[in-house]
């Protein structure tokens, strides 16, 4: 099984920057997608952003303009950079792995693999 690790979330104000990172554990040769969704208790998990193999991305409508999702191959690991955040950002993060030649699903269910999360709280 593919691990995925988050890392770089924290507590910013209103305003602030993040840069949240997923590291897989291992070079992942076949065609695949990563995907960044959220999550706030007693809600439905929410797509984020998404980046294809082949390098496109998709957002949420909400952060478009403000969050930049991208990969780096050769550390196996892809990154979700965070601008001009909103308390309504507020939720934990999740990355997860899809093994497919599509674009990034927006259904949490198409995934195969998930990270444990990482929390992101914006203050007012």
């Known amino acids: 099984q593919v691990q995925l690790i988050e890392s770089g979330g924290g507590l910013v104000q209103a305003g602030g920057s993040l840069r949240l990172s997923c590291a897989a554990s291992e070079r992942i040769d076949s065609n695949y997608a990563m995907g960044w969704f959220r999550q706030v208790p007693g809600e439905e998990r929410e797509f984020v952003a998404g980046i294809s193999w082949s390098g496109g991305s998709t957002y949420l409508d909400s952060v478009k303009g403000r969050f930049t999702i991208s990969r780096d191959d050769a550390k196996n690991t892809v990154y979700l950079q965070m601008n001009s955040l909103k308390p309504e950002d507020t939720a934990v993060y999740y990355c997860?792995?899809?093994?497919?030649?599509?674009?990034?699903?927006?259904?949490?269910?198409?995934?195969?693999?998930w990270g444990r999360g990482t929390q992101v709280t914006v203050s007012s």
């Open positions: 997860a792995i899809y093994f497919g030649r599509f674009a990034p699903p927006r259904r949490p269910t198409d995934y195969d693999y």
